[in-house]
């Protein structure tokens, strides 16, 4: 700032683009010093350094600071914008809900400022955000008289919330107000309503949109696709989601990694392994980069099959790899290796796990606890748990249910000798 002043007389757009670049290196209390310095030099600071400030404040969950701040504009005979109530009707929405941004937006409306779409959106999503969707539809009909059309953003909003409360009735008609109004449906509008249909079931009828789509030249992308394909896998229609899948080349729309996660994860589980390990090596085949999922979805797979030993094999893989081994990685393994009773590996898990610089988390104790007991080490296994509570690294509730545990093994142990004494 000194080498600035030393070199002439800074203006307001000097100040500014300094007041914003510390904003956005997070130096907060330097920003402020040079809006201070400003003032004490006669440069008065403008709406434009103000709404710097605000917002920066905003975004840092300072709204009362920011409301200060406005109250500071008004002082100085600065006059608001609609960007500066627009940013301060967001933060109000995040921090104390729609009551306030509704005061604001009158207040605004006062001081002879027209809100534009920009602000009456942040409205509608706001009372979609408190289930106010019956409030946000009158709203949203009540913009021609401010002075405002509902744009796609509107609707897209307004959309989502009845439809994620299942009122598929109230989505019907906002889509053909939508039409009507010579709104153009968008992408977000595809995906709201293929995801809600693959969400509450209607899968004939998310397949029937894809096609629609298709026949009105609107090609659904990846996403789209991608959403259906999981549902399918999910009620177990993996067949049918390979169906799908082959027909993506023809459709120019090209699998990506989640495409092919979610068929390996899908074919597996319905019982075809061979065709799922042939999508890895297909996925391979043209250069598509496995990530996290598919590692985490591999081993997972894997284990749940018994073959432990394979998916050991993958996390040293993943070691090797751009993606590490996660706590999930290691939490499924060490999950897999107690099931079949192998205490002493998982040990070694973990020890490798601690080594990598993964932490532990209370899961892969309660796992390798459990795993003890019912491996027959039951009083090493509370030994465990009891050195893990006094390190407060087993909350009560997770001693509760391993105490549960214990007293099953028991149960069953005690169900086991009468009988082998018949």
Not at 16 to 27: E, L, Q, V, W, Y
Not at 41 to 65: A, E, M, Q, T, W
Not at 245 to 253: N, P
Request: aromatic share 8%; net charge negative.
């Amino acid at each position: 700032m000194e080498i600035l002043e030393d070199n002439g007389d800074p203006d307001v757009f000097a100040y500014n683009a300094m007041i914003s670049g510390f904003c956005k290196m997070n130096m907060m209390e330097f920003a402020s010093k040079v809006f201070d310095r400003m003032r004490s030099r006669s440069c008065l600071p403008d709406v434009i350094s103000y709404n710097i400030l605000i917002g920066s404040l905003c975004s840092r969950g300072k709204l009362g600071l920011a409301l200060k701040l406005l109250d500071q504009l008004l002082e100085d005979n600065c006059h608001p914008s609609v960007i500066t109530y627009t940013i301060l009707i967001e933060a109000t929405i995040v921090e104390s809900g729609i009551i306030g941004a509704m005061k604001l937006l009158d207040e605004m409306s006062l001081r002879g400022l027209s809100p534009d779409m920009y602000t009456y959106n942040a409205i509608i999503k706001g009372m979609c955000k408190e289930s106010m969707v019956d409030q946000a539809f009158e709203f949203l009909k009540s913009l021609p008289t401010r002075g405002c059309e509902p744009d796609v953003i509107s609707y897209n909003t307004l959309l989502r919330a009845f439809l994620n409360l299942g009122r598929w009735k109230d989505g019907e008609r906002l889509v053909g107000e939508m039409i009507e109004r010579g709104c153009e449906l968008n992408v977000v509008t595809h995906s709201i309503l293929i995801n809600s249909l693959c969400h509450d079931g209607k899968l004939e009828l998310a397949i029937e949109f894809l096609d629609y789509m298709l026949s009105n030249g609107c090609a659904p992308d990846i996403v789209n696709y991608n959403t259906i394909l999981a549902a399918l896998c999910k009620c177990g229609k993996a067949d049918g989601a390979l169906e799908m899948f082959k027909k993506l080349s023809t459709t120019g729309c090209s699998p990506n990694t989640s495409s092919y996660n979610t068929m390996i994860g899908g074919l597996w589980f319905s019982g075809e392994r061979a065709l799922a390990l042939g999508m890895v090596s297909e996925m391979l085949e043209k250069g598509i980069e496995p990530d996290e999922i598919t590692y985490n979805s591999l081993i997972s797979c894997l284990c749940r099959d018994g073959m432990v030993d394979e998916a050991i094999g993958l996390l040293g893989d993943m070691e090797f790899s751009m993606f590490k081994p996660t706590v999930i990685s290691y939490n499924t393994v060490i999950l897999g290796l107690c099931k079949a009773h192998r205490i002493d590996m998982a040990i070694d898990v973990l020890a490798k796990m601690v080594e990598e610089g993964c932490r532990p988390n209370e899961t892969t104790y309660i796992l390798l606890t459990e795993g003890m007991a019912y491996a027959g080490w039951k009083s090493k296994a509370m030994e465990l748990a009891n050195a893990l509570v006094a390190k407060d690294i087993f909350s009560r509730d997770s001693f509760k249910r391993l105490n549960k545990t214990f007293s099953m093994i028991n149960v069953y142990k005690d169900k086991t000798l009468s009988e082998s004494t018949r």
